[in-house]
C-alpha cells in the first residue's frame, strides 16, 4: 500500500482493544502490537468498567491499519481480541445522545406522573 492511498475516514494512529486477558502485561501488549511498527503509547484500563480494555497508539496510520486487520478476531491468551480504530467523536456523540435520551425521560416522568 502505497502513502498516497486513500484511507476510510475512521481510520488514525489510535486503537481500542477489547476482551483482553485481565491479567495481560503492558509489555505482552507491546510484543503483540510491536510486531506491526513502532508503538507510541500503550494505555489499559484498571477501572471495574475498563479491565479487559486497552489503547494501542502508533507512530504511523499504515501500521494501526496493519494491526487492526491483522489482529481483530486474533486469538491471544486464549480470548478473541476485539481492534477497533478509536473514534472520539462517536465517543462524544454516544454521551450527548445518553444526555438527552435522559432528560426526555424526565420530561415523559414529569408529564405521566411518574416518579
Do not use: W
Not at 482493544?17 to 500503550?42: A, S
Not at 491499519?65 to 465517543?91: E, I, S
Amino acid at each position: 500500500m502505497s502513502r498516497g492511498s486513500k484511507l476510510g475516514p475512521e481510520v488514525n494512529r489510535a486503537l481500542f482493544v477489547k476482551n483482553l486477558n485481565y491479567n495481560v502485561t503492558p509489555e505482552e501488549l507491546f510484543d503483540l502490537f510491536g510486531k506491526y511498527g513502532p508503538i507510541r503509547q500503550v494505555r489499559q484500563g484498571i477501572a471495574n468498567n475498563t479491565k479487559g480494555t486497552a489503547f494501542v497508539v502508533y507512530e504511523d496510520v499504515l501500521d494501526a491499519k496493519t494491526a487492526c486487520d491483522k489482529l481483530n478476531g486474533y486469538n491471544f491468551q486464549n480470548r478473541y481480541l476485539v481492534v477497533l480504530y478509536h473514534q472520539p467523536d462517536k465517543m462524544n456523540r454516544t454521551k450527548e445522545d445518553l444526555d438527552a435520551r435522559k432528560e426526555n425521560l424526565e420530561r415523559l416522568k414529569q408529564q405521566h406522573g411518574i416518579d
